[in-house]
């Protein structure tokens, strides 16, 4: 079946480090691949997303790449800042079946 | 900003009582979930529900049930829970169960504590 692994948290980083956080998956099909994240106290909102190979999800300064070769949709930002502070989710839809498979989440933390 | 509206915020019930979730979606979507979201544990899906009919039902303990009266709400009604029930619920909905190439959309959660 499929699934969705990410690298165990927290992420501790200070304010305009460089952030990644890695994804890979596991899919019978050719899925959609997505970024949500959850500040404290808060639902999840979706981050970005990517729905074939070579496809750049992006939106605040946050870019994945879906990389069908490896399997991967690595999360990355190039300076973070303390209001990043949340829990990041990757995530995946296989087409003909949209329930979405989440991966367990990872905690990035920013100090200034 | 959500397109799904999850009411009450917050919630504190003894073992005893009864009480309900409710949430609201007009984004003209056809599917809607529920999640629970416990510390230190992965995202469960509880119930999904297309075109108001129940599809899913993750083997979720029968204190828990579900009502969709129509596909812009969706109900979580709860009796007798025990305290391992606290967590945040979220409810979320998608443009269809067999398509959902924009992903989720998902309230803010209640935040449930049984004491």
């Known amino acids: 079946g499929d699934s969705v692994t990410q690298m165990e948290g927290p992420v501790t980083l200070s304010e305009e480090a460089f952030l990644t956080i890695n994804c890979t998956y596991t899919?019978?099909?050719?899925?959609?691949l997505f970024w949500y994240v959850q500040y404290p106290g808060e639902g999840l909102q979706l981050l970005l997303k990517?729905?074939?190979?070579?496809d750049k999800g992006s939106n605040k300064g946050f870019e994945a790449t879906y990389r069908k070769e490896t399997t991967s949709f690595h999360l990355e930002k190039g300076s973070v800042q303390v209001s990043d502070s949340a829990v990041y989710f990757c995530?995946?839809?296989?087409?003909?079946?949209?329930?979405?498979?989440f991966g367990k989440g990872t905690m990035l933390l920013v100090s200034p | 900003e959500t397109g799904v509206t999850q009411t009450p915020r917050h919630l504190v019930m003894g073992m005893t009582n009864k009480k309900s979730l409710k949430c609201e979606q007009h984004?003209?979507?056809?599917?809607m979930y529920w999640y629970k979201q416990s510390a230190k544990k992965p995202l469960e899906l509880m119930f999904v529900y297309s075109l108001e009919e129940r599809v899913e039902n993750n083997s979720v303990p029968s204190r828990f049930s579900p009502e969709c009266p129509n596909s812009s709400h969706l109900f979580l009604h709860l009796h007798t829970l025990q305290p391992e029930d606290s967590a945040l619920y979220l409810c979320a909905s998608s443009q269809d169960r067999d398509r959902a190439p924009y992903g989720y959309t998902f309230g803010s959660g209640t935040r449930l504590t049984v004491v």
């Open positions: 984004l003209g979507h056809n599917a």
């Open positions: 995530a995946l839809s296989d087409r003909g079946y949209s329930t979405l498979t």
């Open positions: 899919a019978t099909g050719y899925p959609s």
């Open positions: 990517a729905t074939k190979a070579d």
